[in-house]
């Protein structure tokens, strides 16, 4: 296999995985309701922040409109997720140049078919890894 053939081999395997992997991962939140959310995205080192506001409680009471009694303030809280990265690789996958030739395939074929496979056993590593933090963070 020439290298502009590995080139574009692995163009369409890069495109197909990363729409394929989207696709999947808006899939899998949507029936999951919310109860299990998986992200992919590029984070700089070990841990990935995420700044928000705090849900301030009790925002709305009743009173007695003719009441002289003190109310006690609430706090607007700026807070901080902080969530331990989990990283994750391929193998090298060995592609005889023979293969495309035998079937009468060209390498685009190739590339798209192995970026498919990428995304379905990336979604899988990502759930299993996921539900074992969770069982682990359950168990202290």
């Known amino acids: ?15 197909t995985f990363v729409e394929s992997i989207g696709q ?7 029936a999951s309701g919310g109860a299990i959310l998986l992200r992919s995205a590029a984070h700089v080192g070990d841990f990935s922040d995420t700044a928000f506001w705090g849900l301030v409680d009790g ?8 009441g002289a009694g003190a109310v006690a303030e609430k706090s607007l809280e700026h807070l901080i997720d902080t969530m ?14 023979s293969q ?4 009468q395939q060209n390498q685009e074929t190739g590339g798209a078919v192995y970026g498919q496979q990428l995304a379905e056993a990336t979604l899988q590593d990502m759930l299993n890894t996921g539900l074992m933090a969770y069982v682990a963070a359950l168990n202290g």
Not at 1 to 15: G, I, N, Q, R
Not at 24 to 30: G, R, S, V
């Open 1 to 15: 296999m020439a290298l502009s053939d590995l080139a574009v081999f692995s163009e369409y395997t890069y495109e």
């Open 24 to 30: 999947q991962i808006d899939l899998f939140n949507a």
């Open 59 to 66: 925002l709305v009471r009743r009173r007695n409109a003719y």
């Open 84 to 97: 331990v990265k989990v990283a994750a690789g391929t193998p090298p996958v060995r592609i005889d140049p």
């Open 100 to 103: 495309f030739e035998w079937i």
